[in-house]
């Protein structure tokens, strides 16, 4: 489980972030490509503008990957043309020094929070997975694409528990509430 994970992981981010020879993002219903219809139910004050508390970066939630360890980590959901799985209730979320195209001046991307600009490296080692799982511990089904405000690009906070499934390579933290920013 754990290698089919990371093999995951490092699946969407190298093939999403196909960067084109002139840089020029013509395709920007490439995320649509896929079925978001089914949105996965989330528990009540799952998702809240309520301050959730201190929270650390990514970069350094990545070095206290540690299963069962709770924590709170602020990033963004990017990294990747689509940072939501389509029948999963899971997305990537990425530090807040990954350089998305809505950060470089004069670039016009469709899709900033897709991170093509940055090299591919700096994204994997400055993401990790977050998902929602039901009362069993399984993963939820259904989106959390545009689920009560969770969007790509988004800043957000998520209060979560590292799940027994990371590994160094691929942290995967099991979120027990998120905050919007």
């Not at 979320?93 to 940055?118: F, Q, V």
């Not at 969770?150 to 799940?163: D, E, F, M």
């Amino acid at each position: 489980m754990k290698n089919l994970t990371t093999t995951i992981l490092l699946s969407l981010v190298i093939f999403s972030c196909q960067k084109e020879e002139s840089h020029n993002h013509t395709n920007s219903t490439a995320s649509t490509s896929e079925d978001f219809s089914q949105k996965a139910t989330i528990p009540d004050g799952f998702i809240t503008k309520n301050p959730l508390g201190e929270s650390i970066s990514v970069l350094e939630a990545r070095s206290k990957n540690e299963p069962g360890k709770q924590m709170i980590v602020e990033g963004a959901i990017c990294g990747m043309l689509e940072p939501f799985t389509s029948n999963r209730a899971m997305f990537i979320l990425g530090d807040l020094s990954i350089k998305t195209c809505d950060k470089t001046p004069g670039d016009n991307c469709p899709t900033p929070w897709d991170a093509c600009c940055e090299d591919r490296k700096k994204i994997i080692s400055g993401s990790l997975t977050v998902r929602l799982l039901d009362e069993n511990g399984t993963l939820k089904d259904g989106t959390l694409k545009n689920v009560k405000g969770l969007n790509a690009g988004r800043k957000i906070k998520v209060h979560g528990v590292v799940s027994a499934q990371s590994i160094p390579s691929s942290m995967i933290l099991n979120a027990t509430q998120i905050q919007l920013l």
